[in-house]
């Protein structure tokens, strides 16, 4: 069974030797080779540069077994196209170009012609394609509408972003007029990716956990489940959304075939508790589960991530359609030495 085999099997909760294993963000600064391409050009012309984008996107699968690779890009790729830029800035951080305060503002973001604006990441994908071959999975991602609304109205980062939640509650009409731009949006940049040789997508919910309980699925949920009904019938889609493991059987039924959860969520218990919900059992949905060991383990030794991934599959075993991989992305301190430890355990164990 090829890498790419075995990651669509666990997609489809289909029983296999050994669970896949990727890892978010899995390219980036604990990498020599990344911080040297980082040193000669800035984040956002390695993310516009096809060439570029491909050549971080294949650096960490040159050093470890992984089963899938995920396109190097930004989910603020998309806020560009619709005409709102954003930069890093010199301190650190996400600064949008302006902050989306106004009617005018918004009716200025275009939908039109997204496919072409972001052909980079087309040209990026088949690039990486190319290289793998049809051994290797590649996943193409995005943010949801939610998430992205969040920078777009902040102008940049935040902690909890209080003026997406703000306007939710006080302007519905204009936030719901930016989210269906942010929809459309989506749904043509994934269906571009999807062509340009994506085998997957996720979607990054990153921002879902601020959003309050019952209001998860108007603010977020709804948006993310009309971009999963837009892309062709059975294409892999994961939502990642850190915060929300009290949605998860709602997540279930957007129409994805699997969710990553972060690592503060007991992952035996959640598989258990989707098989078995009445719901998502009559309508005869199984999602896979991708996930959770703490980002933290990789800055630690070997030894112990051996071990908490050992205890990891441990818990899993026999319990078809789990995706090895952390609970958030990946940290900058991260030790290479623990990164091939994961790797290496994940590989050599058999169900």
């Not at 978010?24 to 080779?33: D, F, T, V």
């Not at 959003?211 to 062709?232: F, H, M």
């Not at 915060?243 to 959860?261: P, Y």
């Amino acid at each position: 069974m090829t890498s790419r085999e075995r990651f669509l099997s666990a997609c489809a909760c289909e029983p296999i030797e050994r669970p896949p294993v990727w890892i978010m963000r899995q390219a980036g600064r604990y990498l020599p080779e990344y911080r040297e391409l980082k040193a000669r050009h800035s984040f956002v012309e390695l993310v516009r540069t096809p060439e570029l984008a491909a050549e971080v996107t294949m650096q960490p699968l040159r050093r470890f077994a992984l089963d899938a690779a995920i396109l190097f890009s930004d989910i603020l790729v998309v806020p560009e196209a619709l005409g709102q830029g954003y930069r890093f800035k010199d301190e650190g951080g996400i600064a949008m170009e302006f902050r989306l305060e106004s009617r005018p503002q918004l009716d200025r973001l275009s939908t039109e012609n997204v496919r072409e604006k972001l052909r980079y990441v087309g040209d990026a994908l088949r690039l990486v394609r190319g290289q793998l071959g049809g051994n290797t999975a590649l996943l193409g991602f995005g943010g949801s509408p939610w998430t992205l609304a969040c920078y777009m109205l902040e102008g940049g980062g935040s902690d909890d972003f209080p003026r997406a939640r703000e306007l939710f509650r006080s302007d519905r009409a204009f936030f719901d007029a930016l989210l269906e731009k942010l929809t459309t949006a989506l749904i043509e940049y994934f269906k571009l990716q999807i062509e340009s040789g994506a085998d997957a997508i996720q979607i990054f919910d990153s921002w879902g956990g601020i959003v309050a309980g019952p209001d998860y699925e108007p603010a977020s949920l709804q948006w993310i489940r009309r971009v999963v009904a837009a892309l062709p019938d059975d294409f892999p889609v994961i939502l990642f959304a850190k915060g929300t493991g009290r949605h998860l059987a709602a997540q279930a039924a957007t129409g994805i075939r699997a969710l990553s959860v972060d690592w503060t969520v007991d992952l035996p218990a959640a598989h258990d508790a989707l098989a078995q919900d009445p719901d998502l059992r009559a309508r005869n949905i199984r999602i896979a589960l991708q996930g959770n060991l703490d980002p933290a383990l990789l800055g630690t030794t070997p030894a112990t991530v051996r071990d908490a991934t050992l205890h990891l599959l441990e818990t899993m075993r026999h319990r078809p359609g789990h995706i090895v991989n952390l609970g958030h992305g990946i940290l900058p301190d991260a030790r290479i030495d623990c990164v091939e430890a994961l790797v290496q355990t994940v590989t050599n164990w058999t169900n």
